[in-house]
């Protein structure tokens, strides 16, 4: 590649977007970094006002985020519903409907580098470590060419991924739930056993009642063990400390990573 300000980074295999797209925006060594989708749905034209913020200092990430957009408007509403949850669950005060798209101070750079994981929630990530953002709205545009391979499973999975990196909020409605539901399935035995012993002959305790209390029970408890097994899951994937990409070779981008 003749053009200096072009890089290009060829993996072994496709590591898939999460991996890839952080490995992209960890890899070149300068003053900041800018993440930028290729499908142009994000503006190139608010590069500037990003770096012009960047700037001015006060802040170490500057996120641009979708205020409006062309796209689908049943997606657009079901994202901003999402982040709106993300944020509540989050523990840490969380960036909302962004792509990543954004300029990165060197500073978080190093940072995100030392805590990467193989499968990493970048945006999520940022705002644990606890860095100084702040936001820049636009309208996000149709994509300029071709078509979204991102699948439904592939949507709800990196979801999932946000809400496990970021929070135990749902471990924690578990514990509260369980307790709940053994307080409530405790008096309910005892009002069962004071109507039957005061109406023998008048109260019925049909198998309906006990076949959809079992039903009640079996789906909170399969709830319960599925976001319990997302969790072993995130955790069983960080403990392989597996490598975010597989680099085949690199094209004007430095592979010196040293601080």
């Known amino acids: 590649m003749n053009d200096p300000r072009i890089g290009l980074i060829e993996n072994v295999s496709n590591f898939g977007f999460v991996r890839s797209s952080a490995n992209c925006l960890l890899a070149p060594d300068a003053d900041a970094n800018i993440f930028l989708l290729a499908d142009l ?3 190139p034209e608010l590069i500037p006002v990003l770096i012009s913020r960047w700037k001015q200092g006060s802040s170490q990430v500057i996120f641009a985020v979708r205020r409006s ?6 997606l657009f509403v079901c994202k901003k519903i999402y982040y709106a949850l993300l944020s509540f669950l989050s523990d840490y005060p969380m960036v909302r ?21 193989s499968y990493p929630f970048i945006k999520g990530l940022v ?6 953002w702040e936001t820049v709205p636009y309208q996000s545009s149709n994509r ?3 078509r979204s391979t991102a699948s439904l499973g592939f949507l709800v999975d990196f979801g999932i991924l946000g809400i ?23 008096l309910l035995s005892i009002l069962v056993l004071i ?19 079992g039903l009640f029970f079996l789906g909170a408890a399969l709830t319960s ?20 990409v597989v680099e085949k070779a690199r094209s004007n981008v430095p592979s010196d990573r040293t601080l």
């Open 164 to 186: 496990v990196t970021l929070s135990r909020k749902p471990m924690r409605v578990i514990t509260y739930s369980g307790i709940l539901l053994g307080i409530v399935a405790v």
């Open 195 to 213: 109507s039957k012993l005061l109406l023998w002959s008048m109260f019925q305790f049909g198998l309906a009642m006990l076949a959809v209390s």
């Open 127 to 132: 705002c644990a470590i606890g860095f100084r």
């Open 69 to 74: 957009s062309k796209e689908n408007a049943i």
């Open 144 to 146: 300029k060419g071709g």
């Open 41 to 43: 749905q994000d503006p």
């Open 225 to 244: 063990l599925g976001i319990i097994g997302e969790y072993v899951g995130f955790l069983s994937q960080r403990s392989l400390r597996l490598p975010l």
């Open 97 to 117: 409907d962004t792509t990543g798209f954004g300029i990165y101070d060197r500073s978080v750079i190093v940072a995100l580098r030392q805590c990467i994981d």
